[in-house]
């Protein structure tokens, strides 16, 4: 599962965390989480290093995350 927490001062962290406990598993970035636009639309989307986003689905592994406790 993917937390996206935003503190007071407009500070946001994501974060892949267990769907059973609620444990974080890691900290993510909006890349890793951001989808390619509808092919209608003419919009592009880049990662850190410049390369377009193509995937159109958030990968398996986020969706359903378990941590080491509860795999």
């Known amino acids: 599962m993917i937390r996206l927490e935003i503190k ?4 946001q962290t994501i974060t892949n965390v267990c769907n059973e406990c609620g444990r974080k598993i890691k900290d993510l970035e909006l890349q890793d989480i951001v989808v390619a636009p509808k092919p209608d639309m003419s ?11 193509t995937r159109t689905e958030i ?7 378990k941590c ?3 795999a």
């Open 8 to 11: 007071g001062n407009k500070e």
């Open 43 to 53: 919009l592009t989307l880049h990662d850190s290093e410049g390369k377009d986003i």
């Open 59 to 65: 990968d398996e592994d986020l969706k359903v995350s």
């Open 68 to 70: 080491v406790n509860c």
